[in-house]
């Protein structure tokens, strides 16, 4: 039967939109549960991470309406859309992991066969009872079924994912969605000064994606970037944590900011592809290790793997 595609993730109890922290919210201990979103029937506890009990196993999981798409979150909980992959909404999974805040993890179904104008582009998956295609395809055309009527739906202004929805708002675009909720979990500086840095940060970390983003070839970041553009933005964000920073591990003050949470995100995916890649910086590897060792995102980063296999068709190749 098919997995379910939406889960909600949390430390702390369900609480309403505007949402209820567990141990004041910041870092901590306490290991990170998940629960199953089954459609049409009450949701179970699984063992993931957090030691809940395991689902009972008579409790079948029935195919998913189309109507979800549009659906509006569960139990008022905010809900983040995206695709069975980390890409630009793993940011936004981690601190909301960070700051043991419960919301509803909604990712896209697979399909089967994803329609593609040039499927013979897309690698084949093997090992599994029919040949799926893994295909997230913006020249050709999207290849996945839901995420198409996603755009058709008119939830999201730009049709774009990831999609935030959340205190009767709907945003789009990653580095607004984790500015907001780094407002609402005390992750955005003390100060104006302080969020004027972690804005420059910000930005230069995005760059960071788009020249890692059109420097891919057949799905990977061609080596030349490492070799060449990466070193000239890894000195750019080496100097700004030296400037901006009372504390090691961190980009600016003393304290963690979504900057750290964003940083340690794209650091994993460059040593990923280049393992070399931070042995230049040691500014930035502090703040790599220091966001690895928070026990709230030890705890998101043992139960994601988990997450994404069992839904099926992970795209590992989205940055």
């Known amino acids: 039967p098919p997995l379910p595609h939406s889960r909600v993730c949390a430390n702390a109890p369900r609480g309403a939109m505007s ?28 063992e993931w ?40 909404a793993e ?7 960070e700051a043991a805040f419960e919301y509803e993890d909604y990712r896209f179904r697979p399909n089967v066969e994803n329609e593609c104008r040039k499927p013979e582009d897309h690698q084949t998956v093997t090992g599994t009872s029919a040949p799926v295609r893994q295909c997230l395809c913006q020249t050709h055309g999207p290849g996945n079924d839901e995420f198409v009527e996603f755009r058709t739906s008119g939830k999201s202004l730009t049709g774009q994912v990831p999609l935030m929805e959340i205190d009767g708002i709907s945003l789009v675009q990653t580095t607004a969605i984790c500015r907001y909720l780094a407002n609402k979990f005390g992750m955005n500086g003390r100060t104006d000064v302080e ?68 940083g340690f995100h794209m650091f994993q995916r460059l040593v990923a592809g280049y393992e070399p890649a931070l042995e230049a910086f040691p500014l930035l590897t502090a703040i790599r290790d220091a966001v690895a060792g928070r026990p709230r995102v030890k705890a998101w980063m ?18």
Request: no cysteine; charged share 20%.
């Open 19 to 46: 949402g209820r922290l567990s141990n004041g919210g910041g870092g901590g201990g306490g290991g990170l549960s998940s629960v199953l979103r089954v459609p049409s029937l009450p949701s179970k506890l699984t």
């Open 49 to 88: 991470a957090g030691g809940g009990k395991a689902a009972s196993p008579e409790v079948a999981r029935t195919p998913i309406d189309s109507a979800e798409v549009g659906a509006p979150a569960e139990a008022g909980l905010p809900r983040l859309t995206y695709f069975n992959a980390r890409g630009r």
């Open 91 to 97: 940011v936004v999974r981690i601190i909301f992991a």
């Open 195 to 262: 969020r004027a840095y972690i804005d420059m940060v910000a930005a230069t970390l995005d760059d960071l994606y788009i020249y890692m983003v059109q420097s891919m070839v057949n799905r990977k970041v061609d080596i030349n970037f490492y070799l060449e553009q990466w070193p000239k933005l890894g000195a750019t964000l080496e100097k700004m944590a030296e400037t901006f920073s009372t504390q090691g591990g961190h980009f600016v003050g003393a304290k963690l900011t979504w900057v750290d949470i964003y």
């Open 302 to 319: 043992s139960t994601r793997v988990k997450v994404e296999r069992e839904l099926g068709n992970y795209i590992d190749w989205l940055l």
